[in-house]
């Protein structure tokens, strides 16, 4: 069983900045890939950044130059550094990983269960 657990959301005023985290736990012998999406009401979740199972590091083109994700390998953390927030920033932050288990061969794809940020005007 594994379990991605978001947390660092909240409420800031636009040019403010918030820090997420998720934290990975379980019987994990591999992360290929780990990052953050959003999704708005009646929007499609979108990718915002991630390290790539090759080791590098996409941004989307919204929040490149504001935000920046980090790792801590041994803690299986991934960290998203969110700077000059704007109001559409405003979105439910989920933590997605591809993760091999103990035991396994086979990545899985598993979700967090959200973090909200609202950045007010």
């Known amino acids: 069983q594994v379990q991605l657990v978001e947390s660092g959301g909240g409420l800031v005023q636009a040019g403010g900045s918030l820090r997420l985290s998720c934290a990975a736990s379980?019987?994990?012998?591999?992360?290929?890939?780990m990052g953050w999406y959003r999704q708005t009401p009646g929007k499609q979740r979108e990718l915002v950044a991630t390290f790539t199972s090759g080791g590098g590091t996409y941004y989307a083109d919204s929040v490149k130059g504001r935000f920046t994700i980090s790792r801590d390998n041994a803690k299986k953390t991934v960290i998203l550094q969110m700077n000059s927030l704007k109001p559409e920033d405003t979105a439910v932050y989920y933590c997605?990983?591809?993760?091999?288990?103990?035991?396994?061969?086979?990545?899985?794809?598993?979700w967090g269960k959200g973090t909200l940020v609202t950045v007010s005007s």
């Open positions: 997605n990983a591809d993760i091999v288990l103990s035991m396994s061969y086979n990545a899985m794809n598993y």
């Open positions: 379980g019987s994990i012998s591999k992360i290929n890939a």
